[in-house]
């Protein structure tokens, strides 16, 4: 896991009522976390996400996680490295929302 990933694994496991799985498979994917009680999967994106084919790449994973009943967010390694209350209240947010 990356550093970005870590922050957020220790931080996911503090949710009560909410349990994440890390590195799970879904068909041809691999989220970086997962909440199966809410589908929703959280992924974590370095630098090489900003290139414009990766964000291509990203947006059709998204979609097709979507048509499979899931629910996508997704944070820079920034983000959860320097804003990480920020992530954590969209990600709450989030999971009571669906």
Known sequence: ???AEQVMWQ???TLQGFHFRRQHPIGD???DFICLKKNLVIEIDGGYHTQHEQQLNDEDRTAKL???GYSVIRFSNEAVLYDIQNVMQTIESK???L
């Open 1 to 3: 896991m990356t550093l």
């Open 11 to 13: 931080y996911l496991r």
């Open 29 to 31: 994917y691999i989220a």
């Open 66 to 68: 979507e048509q499979l």
């Open 95 to 97: 999971l009571l929302t």
